[in-house]
């Protein structure tokens, strides 16, 4: 099938490239002409496993294109996804600027019948908002032209994006055409072999499954992070806890892990946009509120540790920082605990010497270079001079490090261990002193 993406960010790029993957003709639209020069050049703007060969791959083939012309891409497309950027406005709620300014162009420059797929995550309504854009810019042509308007959300995770993309455990349809399903499920149908994960429903409860699922997943970290922080001060721990309740099917093991908070472009903007949704409607959604401002405080958990660890005293200190992630397996900055840390640790008046398999270079993006910012090349190199080492991301590489080594380098062993990965037994049988969260016992 001919197919046209609207957006080359995160959502965009995977989909348009597992889409012509399987076969299909796609041509993706930036309206950033030098990423778009950029991928034509097989240079692929984000770290993501796999996507890179696959990009290359597919644009050598010709199966995959790349443009800044909106009106050919209208053209194209029987299928014309929009997965531009949601950002959040002044007050967390999603900004729809980019998605209604791609389906006025689209109304400006259809020529024939397309579905257009809102694959953006974006509030409870917005289909109807970019069928009237639609209509009107059609309208102000004095064209008729059949189309329909479709909720297809996305949820792939960063890192495993690919995999998630070309192995769905669902596939949500929003639709109240049955033309325009039927369209969708013969898009869908390679992803689909062994059996049907197609779910369908009317576009606002689709709309609604995306932020649903985020705010769900969201609320067990917070719960769990909650649980940490009682398991501190009544002398329980909680990774044994999350063993003790995680076995419980109805519960289950996934995302229950505690931590320095939640980051990335997905759960704080969605959680935040959901409970915005709810005011305007006027339901005060006090669980979502505390979902955020559970984490909120979460991140401030490693340096509250620290601070402790030092009475106040941080002014001169070194702190050594691996990861700056927000997780494993991207260079993504958004929103990392990594960040509001560093900056904790500066205001303070103490030093950070980092090390992160690929964020290092989007570090550099964000703070530019500073004194009291050190990028190192190993994880190491990071301890060289450094007080103490704090873990926020967890990176496999940090799974199990030479405690022996670590204990030697740093002027004193200390692990602020912010992903809970070892075993606190075992590093203070080895000589450090083991900071973790919601480890009371
Ligand atoms: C999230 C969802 O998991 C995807 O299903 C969704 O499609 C995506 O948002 C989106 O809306 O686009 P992502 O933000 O890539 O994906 O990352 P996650 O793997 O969900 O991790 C989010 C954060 O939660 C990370 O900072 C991670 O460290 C933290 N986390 C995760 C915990 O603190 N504890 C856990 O048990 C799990």
Not at 36 to 53: D, H, T, Y
Not at 90 to 119: F, M, P, T
Not at 293 to 311: C, D, P, T
Request: hydrophobic share 40%; proline share 4%.
């Amino acid at each position: 099938m001919k197919v046209t993406l609207f957006g080359t960010g995160y959502v965009g790029l995977v989909t348009g490239t597992c889409l012509a993957e399987m076969g299909n003709r796609v041509l993706c639209v930036d309206v950033d002409a030098g990423k778009v020069a950029r991928l034509k050049n097989g240079e692929v703007p984000i770290f993501e496993p796999g996507l890179s060969p696959m990009v290359k791959r597919n644009f050598e083939s010709g199966r995959l294109d790349f443009t800044t012309q909106a009106e050919p891409a209208v053209h194209h497309g029987e299928v014309i996804f929009i997965a531009v950027g949601t950002p959040p406005d002044e007050d967390g709620s999603a900004d729809l600027r980019y998605v209604l300014e791609v389906a006025r162009s689209i109304g400006q420059h259809l020529d024939r019948y397309a579905v257009v797929v809102n694959k953006s995550t974006v509030p409870v309504g917005t289909a109807d908002k970019v069928r009237a854009t639609i209509a009107q810019a059609l309208a102000e042509r004095g064209a008729v032209i059949p189309f329909d308007v479709v909720s297809n959300p996305e949820f792939l995770k960063e890192g495993d994006a690919v995999e998630d993309c070309l192995r769905p455990d669902r596939i949500v349809i929003g639709s109240s055409s049955e033309r325009a399903t039927q369209v969708l499920r013969k898009l869908y149908a390679p992803f689909n072999r062994n059996h049907d994960r197609t779910v369908v429903m009317d576009e606002r409860s689709a709309e609604l499954t995306k932020y649903a699922a985020n705010a769900m997943l969201a609320t067990k970290i917070s719960f769990m992070n909650e649980i940490a922080n009682i398991a501190e001060r009544v002398g329980a721990d909680v990774e044994q806890v999350r063993r003790g309740i995680g076995s419980d099917p109805r519960i289950g093991y996934h995302f229950i892990y505690p931590g320095c908070g939640y980051g990335g472009s997905c759960f704080p903007k969605d959680v935040q946009a959901l409970e915005r949704t709810a005011r305007t409607v006027d339901y005060d959604a006090r669980l979502l509120g505390a979902v955020e401002a559970v984490n909120h405080a979460q991140k401030g958990k490693l340096f509250e540790l620290i601070e402790r660890h030092y009475g106040g005293a941080l002014k001169g200190k070194t702190v050594a920082l691996w990861g700056l992630a927000f997780k494993p397996n991207t260079d993504d900055m958004r929103e990392a605990s990594s960040r509001r840390l560093m900056e904790q640790l500066w205001a303070a008046g103490a030093k950070v010497r980092a090390f992160d398999p690929e964020a290092r270079a989007e570090t550099t993006r964000i703070y530019g270079e500073r004194a009291d910012l050190t990028l190192c090349e190993d994880a190491y190199e990071a301890l060289d001079g450094a007080d103490v080492l704090a873990i926020v991301t967890e990176w496999k590489a940090f799974r199990a490090p030479d405690f022996a080594r670590i204990r030697d380098v740093l002027k004193d062993p200390a692990v602020f261990d912010g992903r809970n990965l070892y075993d606190p037994a075992q590093v203070e049988d080895m000589g450090l002193a083991y900071y973790g969260i919601g480890r009371g016992r």
